[in-house]
Nanobody
Framework: QVQLVESGGGLVQAGGSLRLSCAASGSIYVFNAMGWYRQAPGNRRELVATITSGSSTNYGASVKGRFTISRDKNAVYLQMNSLKPEDTAVYYC?????????WGQGTQVTVSS
């Protein structure tokens, strides 16, 4: 059974940085893509960033230039710099392979002004 375990969330002041990590296990297939999504209260879940097995990346417009996604085999990382209060949300790790689409349990990121 595929499991995604996130870590690295927390409370930070505006302008600060955080690094999220996600470790995936239990898949015999390569994850074609891994990424991060976020959901703030009352909002839909939205794309933060994705990275393919070939290292192609895609970023949501609101984080481009501030966040960097990276990947090492079945682990994916999100370096978040210049954080803003509007980045406050639950951040979810996502992994996609030929069998299914998987989600982590989420980690809270809170940015104070």
């Amino acid at each position: 059974q595929v499991q995604l375990v996130e870590s690295g969330g927390g409370l930070v002041q505006a302008g600060g940085s955080l690094r999220l990590s996600c470790a995936a296990s239990g898949s015999i297939y390569v994850f074609n893509a891994m990424g991060w999504y976020r959901q703030a209260p009352g909002n839909r879940r939205e794309l933060v960033a994705t990275i393919t097995s070939g290292s192609s990346t895609n970023y949501g417009a609101s984080v481009k230039g501030r966040f960097t996604i990276s990947r090492d085999k079945n682990a994916v990382y999100l370096q978040m710099n210049s954080l803003k209060p509007e980045d406050t949300a639950v951040y979810y790790c996502n992994a996609l392979n030929v069998v299914g689409n998987y989600w982590g349990q989420g980690t809270q990121v809170t940015v104070s002004s």
